[in-house]
């Protein structure tokens, strides 16, 4: 009897076979003695369209929402049944004796299997493969140590509940609207808070009035000393400034208080995925997209580091043990940093970071046993790399140190304070590339209590308060991470879906609101574009995964949140203006068109949803000439094919279909089909070809 393995990706099923010695290949399989992996290619089965219930859903109508099936039902996904049925069969084999889950170590892992296993009603044992790495080693030991299915079902329910929540309210809230406005609009209840975010965002900077201070710097020989009241130098009246600054002008200073304190900075925590994305895209300016695709071939090409989607910065203390095998992974190609580690033979100096209490599903973000060679990474790979491995290795380094010195200064009854810090040990800085901290001396450490200075010089420098920077990729994450919007895994792609619904905008590293999304925003209903609710809903999503929550009543107040949504869209008297219309109508229905922003520059759509019609801004001339004004006519694409079109006389010609050319090989089947005898031709070789190609067109 066989145990049949069931891995999310071919790339992991291939080096689960290798590890475990399977040999056989097959086309959707690899089998051995004791084991046959197979795998999904992501989610092989989804949730029933609205259509699959009734086909009159197939057309969207307001009157006809919600949608609330009483059962939901899956559907294998078309494009990727062949799959299906593979793994299908193969429970099937009456030598399966027990199905091995081997998808990802998460909740949407836990979906892409579970799903596949309900589609086919699989009814034998079920036991868990749960590892953070696909290196050789977690592989074996994590078949060492598989667990009982059963231990995971909590977890399956919390992705379903996640599932049809996103159904409900997001196909719901997004027909209503769409119906209602005639124009796609996306809601959905996660994306919905977090383009609030940004909104809100923008309604500050738009608030904002700026407002003219004034700050007074002071030169007392080589002491640089800023003027203060009370803890405050902005000064907001220029003739106050100008008194203060010729009160200060050549008088004898007092040193009245020196402050000296010994401080230290902790080690910082390795990286979770949150964190990680905003670090990449406040250094290197990648999206959280682009960071979770280059951990993800980090993780299953290379096996360079642990599992990427985590959302916890803590190592199991059974961890302790594996730390010199991973410095000695990446020693070659970090020879400097890692050198006075093995000198002190790997100990971990910042023991805060063993904490079984503060891990949950996975793991932070480390490297792993696998020893790297640089040379086989990509320039992308090397910078996220490079990001992990340093901030692993801070872990043995010695603590930041420095001396904070603050100074208070008295001239003729005003205050002028200074203050510096002087390092004393740069400790686990080294190796972060962030030295910017030198061990020097400097001019305060020389002062003492009651000496006396000259103000040699004094400046007032006019400033204006500045408004709020819009948010950047980094601020975003940080605040979707703050109010629990999404997880580790989704937040990515949350944020790729607001700006392909074009209600967000991506301008120098930071998000914009578009017209579409700030009218979005006032269409939607307060409750679903709250951050708190969302974050309410995805802790109780955590507890149906720990097993303290039961499913079924979360789903309910779904269902009847959803009911509440459509209701205030329907009866909303708001209005709602397409953006972005142009003054050109659509060729085939005559509507107006609009502009869209691609990837492959401007396109103009057609406004009306039931028409189809898209074509390029600045779509191709054709040498085709206009018959009225003998201009190049334009070349589009259509329902019925190929057309050119005068934008001057309006004048739409068809295009002829090219005749198909005739390569060597169909040529000398022509030759060889007509060379038997036949009275109606002539014998020569050219007759014979011309009457073929006569006959083929």
Not at 407 to 414: F, H, K, P
Not at 540 to 564: M, N, Y
Request: proline share 3%; hydrophobic share 35%; net charge positive.
């Amino acid at each position: 009897m066989k145990s049949l393995i069931l891995a999310e990706k071919p790339s992991v099923a291939r080096e689960i076979a290798r590890v475990l010695g399977l040999g056989d290949k097959h086309k959707s399989y690899i089998e051995g003695k004791n084991y046959i992996v197979t795998w999904a290619l992501g989610h092989l089965v989804e949730l029933k369209m609205p259509e699959h219930y009734d086909t009159k859903y197939k057309t969207w109508r307001l009157e006809d929402l919600p949608i609330i099936p009483e059962k939901m039902g899956l559907k294998v996904i078309r494009q990727t049944s062949h799959q299906f049925k593979a793994i299908e069969q193969l429970t099937r084999r009456k030598d399966i004796k027990e199905l091995i889950i081997a998808t990802d170590a998460g909740r949407e892992g836990e979906l892409v299997a579970r799903w596949i296993l309900d589609k086919i009603r699989y009814r034998k044992p079920i036991k868990r493969l749960w590892i953070s790495s696909v290196t050789d080693r977690a592989i074996r030991d994590g078949f060492k140590n598989l667990k009982p299915g059963k231990d995971y079902e909590n977890l399956y329910h919390s992705a379903v509940c996640r599932a049809e929540a996103d159904w409900l309210i997001g196909l719901n809230v997004t027909r209503a609207l769409t119906t209602k406005y005639k124009d796609p609009l996306s809601a959905g209840r996660v994306q919905t808070p977090t383009l609030s975010l940004i909104i809100e965002r923008e309604k500050q900077i738009q608030k904002f009035v700026p407002k003219t201070y004034w700050i007074i710097r002071t030169q007392l020989g080589s002491i640089l000393a800023d003027w203060e009241h009370n803890g405050e130098k902005r000064i907001f009246s220029k003739d106050k400034a100008g008194q203060i600054a010729q009160k200060l002008n050549g008088q004898k200073a007092k040193v009245i208080e020196i402050v000296k304190k010994e401080k230290a900075e902790q080690h910082p925590l390795p990286y979770d995925l949150n964190e990680l994305q905003r670090d990449a895209n406040k250094r290197f300016g990648y999206s959280a997209k682009k960071t979770l695709n280059i951990l993800q071939g980090l993780y299953e090409e290379h096996k360079l580091v642990t599992y990427p989607r985590t959302d916890s910065r803590y190592l199991t203390t059974d961890m302790a043990s594996t730390m010199f095998e991973r410095l000695q992974a990446v020693a070659a190609a970090y020879k400097e940093e890692v050198k006075p580690i093995l000198q002190q033979k790997g100990k971990v100096l910042a023991r805060r970071v063993f904490n079984n209490e503060k891990v949950t599903d996975h793991h932070a973000i480390i490297p792993t046993e696998e020893k790297v060679h640089l040379g086989d990474l990509s320039s992308e790979e090397r910078k996220i790399y490079d990001l992990i491995v340093r901030r692993f290795l801070t872990l043995f380094y010695s603590q930041y140190k420095y001396e904070s010195i603050s100074v208070v200064i008295e001239a003729n009854g005003e205050t002028l304070t200074t203050k510096t810090k002087v390092v004393t040990e740069l400790g686990f800085k080294k190796v972060m590339n962030l030295n910017d901290d030198i061990i020097e001396k400097t001019s305060l450490q020389q002062l003492a209590q009651g000496q006396t200075l000259t103000v040699n010089k004094v400046d007032v420098e006019e400033k204006l308060t500045e408004p709020p920077l819009r948010l950047s990729e980094a601020d975003l994450l940080g605040q979707m991470e703050k109010y629990g919007l999404g997880t580790p895994a989704t937040r990515a792609e949350i944020i790729e879906k607001l700006v392909s619904a074009e209600s967000i905008e991506r301008k120098n590293g930071r998000f914009h609101s578009t017209q579409k999304g700030k009218q979005l925003m006032d269409l939607v209903n307060e409750e679903l574009k709250s951050p708190e609710l969302t974050a309410k809903w995805e802790k109780e999503l955590e507890l149906i995964a720990r097993g303290k929550a039961k499913p079924e009543l979360f789903l309910k107040k779904i269902r009847q949140k959803t009911v509440d949504l459509v209701s205030e869209i329907k009866q909303s008297d708001k209005t709602y203006r397409t953006p972005n219309l142009t003054g050109s109508k659509c060729p085939e229905c005559g509507s107006f068109l609009k502009e869209k922003n691609t990837r492959d520059g401007k396109i103009l759509v057609c406004s009306n949803l039931e028409c189809s019609y898209k074509r390029r801004k600045d779509p191709k001339l054709s040498n085709r000439r206009c018959p009225q004004c003998h201009k190049r006519m334009e070349i589009h694409q259509g329902v019925a094919g190929a057309y050119f079109q005068c934008r001057r006389c309006n004048i739409v010609e068809k295009a002829e279909e090219k005749k198909k050319a005739i390569n060597k090989r169909e040529e000398r089947k022509l030759v060889q089909k007509y060379t038997k005898k036949d009275d109606s031709f002539g014998t020569s070789l050219a007759d014979l070809l011309i009457a073929a190609l006569e006959e083929k067109e």
